[in-house]
């Protein structure tokens, strides 16, 4: 399985100056790498054309996700997650903004689920569900649409501990 965590930011002054990736997306990235997945990970500014890169990290990815806090660069995620589930990929959604909104980030067509708390204690049974080996309902964290477009919501994961 590949997965691709994914941060996009506006491209400004400000950005540019406070350029790091966000320590959550390198925290679930080195949880996937460690447990033998295949893992993308990007910190993209939206210049001009980054779609063609974008569309190129992702070629042949099982499932996208996008961290982001709720602040201007909310809409560059979405435009993007627009754009690749056009495209017919799995988009998630992690970070703040989704783990306090899931209902407000569900409520877009384009996010099929969002994994709320750490990945430490979450993110590889959010892949196990992925791959048909785990119901979605013993996904800690998990929230989704069923095929009615009805929103679920599981609990929040425990917060992860020094060992993890």
Known sequence: ?????????????????EWTPPFGILSAASVARSAGYEV???????????????????????????FFFTTPNLLAALQASRLLHKKGYFIFWGGPHASLLPHVALSEPSVDAILRGEAEVNLLPFVEWLSGKRAKEKVPGLCFKDINGQIHINDMPPLATEEQ
């Open 1 to 17: 399985m590949r997965i691709v965590f994914l941060n996009i930011a506006l491209d400004t002054d400000e950005v540019r100056y």
């Open 40 to 66: 993308g990970l990007a910190h993209l500014m939206t210049e001009p054309n980054y779609e063609f890169q974008l569309l190129n990290l992702c070629q042949g990815a099982d499932a996208i996700g996008f």
